[in-house]
């Protein structure tokens, strides 16, 4: 079992950026895969990013492809999201999520709190 604590959330003006932090505890964490996921009012939870287990391989929406970046640090037991060129858009609760798994499933296994992510125009 893993616990998973998100930060970095905050109120930006479009074309900002913001960095998003996840904090792990409880178990091994480099036997996870890591992402996030966002939620916004109204709509379906949706994938965001991944990163593997040794922080080498990444993927993301395509709807953030080229402005996000998705890292880890397994030392640390912590993962960032680096988030660029911030549209309306992708104004959201944020979540940090991790699985027992070499990928990232679209179900998984344990969850953080969330941090809100609001753009302004």
């Known amino acids: 079992q893993v616990q998973l604590v998100e930060s970095g959330g905050g109120l930006v003006q479009a074309g900002g950026s913001l960095r998003l932090s996840c904090a792990a505890s409880?178990?091994?964490?480099?036997?996870?895969?890591m992402g996030w996921f966002r939620q916004a009012p109204g709509k379906e939870r949706e994938f965001v990013a991944a990163v593997s287990r040794s922080g080498t391989i990444t993927r993301y929406a395509d709807s953030v492809k080229g402005r996000f970046t998705i890292s880890r640090d397994n030392a640390k037991n912590t993962m960032s999201l680096q988030m660029n060129s911030l549209k309306p858009e992708d104004t959201g609760v944020y979540y940090c999520?991790?699985?027992?798994?070499?990928?990232?499933?679209?179900?998984?296994?344990?969850w953080g709190q969330g941090t809100q992510v609001t753009v302004s125009s």
């Open positions: 999520a991790a699985d027992l798994s070499i990928v990232l499933t679209v179900s998984p296994d344990y």
């Open positions: 409880g178990r091994t964490f480099s036997d996870y895969s």
